[in-house]
């Protein structure tokens, strides 16, 4: 019979293999990307480096009962008589984003701390321009500064001092007092320099168009907000020197900048060529494709006046003939699938009436999860595989 | 804590042993390890200190560390089965906490030693799991740590499928094994070309039949030791990983199946203990507080230190003063309470621990009830009749809680297949959980795999050949 006291200070294990499980966590956040991508955590950050969005806890699979067709036993007050109802099942449908929180009692969720700018690099791992062409005007993109020269003369936060080490015991050897470290004299000093590199690259300019009519509802919007809020930041991350043009439109287009673009709420009816006019317009005024790459984009739910959709076509095939991709996306109703839509909805007019155009690409989107594709088919491999 | 404190606390720890000893108790010696909370989460999660690693450790670490962090939960102690025993009580612990985990761990070190489920445990595992942890680094070194973690992943996975009584057929089968050796001719250098012609038709070979070594007899209960022995996929290096993990469930088994019992029995004794103790009125209120956070009723759910606690004083009284009936019936004459809560520590689990004395007086007292979800939206009491009620908390308990799965057949439709089965008793498997864990056994076997069981009152087998999942 002892009492001890011993130094547990390098005791380290749990961590070591709490490390092991954040790594798992990390690679399950990247399986699970497609669902990560339009958390409101995400979306709605507001400039935060981290956010918290709800994960299943990593399974331990096992056999295991049913949980809700097993009988329990459990404790009253002293009450309790048979035909109570003692708890009730927390309704599916309320969790929103990853599954449906909840649903199974037997289901562990935690909340992951993930960090943007690492989901932002496994996002934008295999996305670039599509069709990114060389163009006669080049903008600088980028001033980088490059150490690439030793002088005896810098900065002393500049010293270079392996250099100085190495001239030093050099000189001490010439004078004859042998290969070795010591009085140091000016001569010795080493100093980095620096240069400055210019990067050239081609210009590129992405119009991103929303629809605002009051068909758009909450859940459409969020859609398409998610949508742009990726595509803003990989643009920027990607390139250093990328325009975008923000166009929201109803029955009439204009230009906006980009925080109206993100949180303006309009209603009426849609005309969709008023957009793709409007694009058009500031193409032909602003950035004269031979000089600029141009991907136009558009987020509708596809709702166009019967009217305007001969012209909508036309002036999409003007978008696609001027530009490197033209991307449209249509967003369905929540949870809808797609076989639900009227046959007038734009994206069918379009697949049927640009399909030979490999320019173009659309995509349907009907959940939440569907916007991490989207993403994908845009802004991916292109050239090989045509969009459906 | 300061020196003068710890030596304090060795003074009440004399005293704490000698009125365990009074009482009755028999206790390993007991090393008590003061820890910082960090040390205290650790060697709770990992259930003995010093074990692999493996990051479901590491997942249930973060669960406690957190609950603490955020001051949802406490572990006050934590204590292991070797011999000397081994109680850790967190820094942090009042004076009084100490002494009333001290008493506690003593009744847990006294039930580990002399209760019969415990018998054949390893009384050294400490040593045990930290070769295992050698080995497991090696081969993480030799084999690359991600493939080692991956391969445990589906070791675990059926963790519980041994065989509780394991023991009973290793020690038949070493003697068995020294039957035929004797059995067996001494082998000269050219004896085996006495077949060649025949002259010699094997006479020792054992009948068909016995030859059956124990790994291959069918149905076999314990999965994990049929697949390390039978599997036609697994490296040497697999198999000793398989069987690490096998001495580690067999050593954590007899735990799973004397939870209630043995809290049950810590907390009678802490309770008593304390009370033999010269405690001022502060620290006997601050114990009262402890003593009655521990075995309180948590509402709906069963706590099993409660249940265990209630059960244990149940059975004393009812030894103490027999009723009536009793005195006639059975030939109790009264006043053998602690003789009989002794004999129970010693020969029950909980499985026979809560059918034998959870009594209708019992049950009516703590308001026991059956529940289940009616229409997937209520979770609903369905039974109050004491005999249900006892039947059905002493099935859920059977084979620890888990499901009990066979291997019917290694070799089903001639094809190395192997063929599990659910002994189904009522209550079905979780089917998507099921369809994961196969895939970990298809993993340990290499071939396609298969599960029978039943699903809405349907045989139905699940299978899984490594690529897609099947259902008939």
């Known amino acids: 019979m002892t009492i001890q006291r011993n130094d547990w200070s390098l005791q380290r294990k749990g961590i070591i293999d709490q490390e092991r499980h954040k790594e798992r966590v990390r690679e399950a956040i990247r399986k699970n990307l497609g669902s990560i991508v339009s958390q409101e955590a995400i979306i709605l950050s507001d400039g935060k480096r981290t956010v918290r969005v709800p994960m299943r806890a990593l399974d331990e699979y096992k056999f295991r009962f049913d949980y809700h067709k097993q009988k329990h036993v459990g404790q009253g007050d002293g009450k309790t008589r048979a035909g109570d109802v003692i708890a009730r099942e927390s309704q599916p449908g309320q969790g929103t984003g990853v599954g449906q929180a909840g649903q199974e009692a037997g289901d562990e969720y935690y909340e992951a701390e993930v960090n943007i700018d690492e989901i932002a690099a496994l996002i934008f791992e295999d996305l670039h321009l599509p069709f990114l062409q060389e163009k006669a005007k080049k903008a600088v993109q980028s001033k980088k500064t490059q150490f690439n020269e030793i002088r005896r003369t810098g900065v002393i936060a500049n010293l270079d001092k392996r250099r100085m080490i190495m001239e030093n015991i050099r000189r001490n050897a010439r004078a004859g007092q042998g290969a070795k470290f010591g009085d140091i004299k000016k001569d010795d000093l080493r100093f980095k320099t620096w240069e400055e590199v210019m990067r050239y690259e081609s210009n590129a300019v992405v119009i991103a168009m929303i629809d605002v009519s009051g068909s758009m509802g909450e859940f459409k919007k969020y859609i398409a907000r998610s949508f742009y809020f990726w595509m803003v930041r990989f643009l920027r991350t990607k390139y250093d020197n990328v325009d975008i043009v923000f166009i929201s439109h109803h029955t009439e287009a204009r230009e906006v900048t980009e925080e109206q673009f993100f949180t303006q709420g309009e209603s009426g009816g849609t005309v969709v060529s008023s957009a793709y006019q409007l694009a058009l317009d500031i193409i032909k005024l602003r950035y004269p494709p031979a000089d600029w790459n141009i991907y136009p984009f558009h987020f509708s739910d596809g709702d166009n006046y019967y009217s305007d959709n001969d012209e909508a076509v036309r002036l999409a095939e003007e978008l696609i003939d001027t530009c490197n991709l033209f991307g449209y996306g249509e967003i369905g109703e929540e949870g809808s699938s797609s076989y639900r839509r009227a046959s007038g909805a734009l994206l069918s007019i379009f697949n049927d009436r640009l399909k030979d155009k490999d320019h173009f690409s659309g995509v349907r989107i009907d959940d939440k999860e569907d916007v991490y594709p989207a993403l994908k088919q845009f802004f991916g491999l292109r050239g090989i595989e045509t969009p459906a | ?472």
């Open chain 2, 1 to 472: 804590m300061e020196d003068r404190e710890i030596r304090n606390l060795e003074t009440s720890l004399d005293q704490i042993w000698a009125v365990a000893q009074k009482f009755g108790l028999d206790p390993y010696p007991t090393r008590f390890e003061i820890v910082p909370a960090t040390v205290m989460y650790e060697v709770g999660s990992y259930a003995l200190p010093g074990r692999y690693s493996h990051w479901t450790f590491g997942k249930a670490y973060h669960r406690m560390k957190t609950m603490y962090d955020f001051a949802l939960s406490k572990i006050y102690e934590v204590v292991i089965n070797t011999n000397p025993a081994y109680g850790f009580l967190l820094e942090t612990n009042s004076p009084v906490q100490n002494k009333m985990v001290i008493a506690h761990v003593l009744g847990h070190v006294d039930f580990f030693k002399n209760n019969i489920y415990f018998s054949k445990t390893n009384r050294r595992m400490v040593e045990s799991v930290s070769t295992h942890a050698q080995r497991m680094m090696d081969y993480e070194f030799k084999y690359g740590r991600k493939t080692v973690e991956n391969f445990l992943d589906a070791v675990l996975s059926i963790e519980e499928h041994i065989d509780p009584n394991f023991f009973i057929r290793r020690e038949i089968s070493a003697e068995e094994e020294k039957h035929r050796a004797e059995q067996r001719p001494k082998e000269g250098r050219y004896d085996d070309l006495w077949s060649l012609d025949g002259r010699n038709p094997s006479p020792t070979l054992p009948a068909r039949g016995e030859e059956v070594k124990h790994h291959e007899r069918l149905p076999q209960k314990d999965i994990l030791y049929y697949l390390m022995k039978n599997s036609p996929t697994l490296a040497a290096w697999q198999r000793d990983v398989i069987a690490m993990v096998h001495e580690e469930a067999e050593y954590f088994i007899p735990q799973m199946q004397t939870k209630i019992m043995n809290e049950g029995w810590a907390s009678f004794w802490h309770a008593r203990i304390m009370r033999e103790l010269d405690l001022s009125d502060n620290d006997h209120l601050e114990f009262a507080d402890l003593h009655s956070g521990v075995v309180s009723p948590h509402k709906g759910k069963l706590n099993p230190y409660y249940l265990g606690y209630k059960v244990f004083e149940h059975i004393e009284r009812r030894w103490d003063n027999p009723s009536q009936e009793e005195r006639e019936k059975f030939g109790r004459p009264g006043n053998q309470g602690r003789e009989k809560i002794f004999e129970v520590r010693e020969i029950d689990s909980d499985v026979s621990f809560l059918r034998n004395y959870l009594t209708e007086e019992l049950c009516e007292e703590l308001d026991l009830f059956v529940y289940e979800l009616v229409e997937e939206e209520e979770w609903t009491i369905s039974e109050k009749r004491w005999e249900r009620v006892r039947d059905q908390l002493v099935a859920n308990m059977t084979n620890f809680g888990f499901p009990y799965l066979e291997v019917e057949d290694g070799d089903y439709h001639g094809n190395r297949e192997l063929y599990l089965k659910h002994c189904y008793e009522g209550t079905e498997l979780d089917l998507r959980y099921a369809r994961k864990a196969l895939e970990h056994v298809h993993t340990l076997w290499g071939r396609p795999v298969h599960l029978e069981t039943i699903v809405d009152e349907e045989v139905t087998v699940l299978r899984y050949d490594g690529e897609e999942h099947q259902e008939e």
